[in-house]
């Protein structure tokens, strides 16, 4: 993959955090990896607001129906990895 060398301005004590955690990656492996990451949370986000654009804002009732299907799945999972958290058996 070719890479391409930028200049950015960052307070002096995150670039310190950041080069104590980056270690022994390198500095840039753990920048490029960090806006990866924002880029692919923003994604959902953009989707989200061309959506509302599109058909509207979402209701109360259609925002408390996703959030009860949330927790079904999520109960779903719990079942089946039984109350301890590991797996019964069961195909997932």
């Not at 996703?66 to 799945?73: G, I, V």
Request: charged content about 40%.
């Amino acid at each position: 993959m070719a890479t391409k060398k930028v200049t950015v301005t960052i307070p002096g004590d995150l670039l310190d955090e950041i080069r104590s955690e980056a270690a022994e990656r390198g500095l840039s492996a753990y920048v490029a990896e960090a806006l990866r990451y924002k880029r692919d949370r923003d994604r959902p986000r953009e989707l989200a607001d061309w959506l509302q654009e599109e058909h509207g804002p979402v209701t109360g009732d259609e925002r408390a129906a996703a959030l009860a299907e949330l927790d079904e799945l999520d109960a779903e999972h719990l079942r089946r990895r039984g109350t301890d958290g590991r797996r019964t058996g069961e195909a997932a």
